[in-house]
């Protein structure tokens, strides 16, 4: 079957500090891959996608790359922000459907 | 271009009541998303709309819950004998085909 696996929170980091979160999948057939950020009060809006392997998703200074060989699609940014403080969640659909499967949420609060 | 709009935001209601929320999609968008978010999880698939049609349903998606796409425009989703179980956030999403997911707020349901 389909499923996403990501990192627990939450995570609290300084300002500047450097992020990571991890992202692995499980899926039939190639799927794309997608990250999704939900800031306080509002909806789940996408912040980056890699549809095959090899390719990195980048937008906001955050980066991701597609990993077939590991399954893993795992989120860094070099230099965090307060206003990075949200939760981030990791996505996949699948190839064969258009059915999106998102991972548990990570909870992320950059403190000045 | 105003986003994806649900109304109500937030729904309180009694045990074995029903009640029907409403999404009004992005106007080109002929994909339609239904999905149920828990505290602590990411958002679970429900059902999903090309245009009027209901191309899939998720086993999540109980003989009590009903969704409609008319015209292919807006989208209600209904829930009947509210159960205590059915408290989420229900979201509705939408997208021209592109693989990216437009998000609404979203639907408080609490049921007492």
């Known amino acids: 079957g389909n499923s996403v696996t990501q990192m627990e929170g939450p995570v609290t980091l300084s300002e500047e500090a450097f992020l990571t979160i991890n992202c692995t999948y499980t899926?039939?057939?190639?799927?794309?891959l997608f990250w999704y950020v939900q800031y306080p009060g509002e909806g789940l809006q996408l912040l980056l996608k890699?549809?095959?392997?090899?390719d990195k998703g980048s937008n906001k200074g955050f980066e991701a790359t597609y990993r077939k060989e590991t399954t893993s699609f795992h989120l860094e940014k070099g230099s965090v922000q307060v206003s990075d403080s949200a939760v981030y969640f990791c996505?996949?659909?699948?190839?064969?459907?258009?059915?999106?499967?998102f991972g548990t949420g990570t909870s992320l609060t950059v403190i000045p | 271009d105003t986003g994806v709009s649900q109304d109500p935001r937030h729904k309180i209601t009694k045990r074995g009541q029903n009640v029907t929320f409403r999404c009004d999609p992005i106007?080109?968008?002929?994909?339609l998303y239904w999905y149920r978010q828990t505290l602590g999880q990411g958002p679970e698939f429900l059902t999903y709309?090309?245009?009027?049609?209901?191309?899939?349903k998720s086993r999540l998606l109980s003989d009590r819950f009903s969704a409609e796409r008319p015209k292919g425009s807006f989208s209600t989703l209904e829930i009947q004998r509210t159960e205590q179980g059915d408290s989420a956030m229900y979201l509705c999403?939408?997208?021209?085909?592109?693989?990216?997911?437009?998000f609404g707020s979203g639907t408080q349901l609490s049921v007492l």
């Open positions: 999403a939408s997208t021209p085909g592109d693989e990216k997911l437009f």
């Open positions: 899926a039939t057939g190639y799927p794309s």
């Open positions: 890699a549809t095959k392997a090899d």
């Open positions: 996505a996949l659909v699948a190839n064969t459907g258009n059915q999106f499967y």
């Open positions: 106007s080109e968008h002929n994909r």
């Open positions: 709309f090309q245009n009027e049609a209901q191309l899939e």
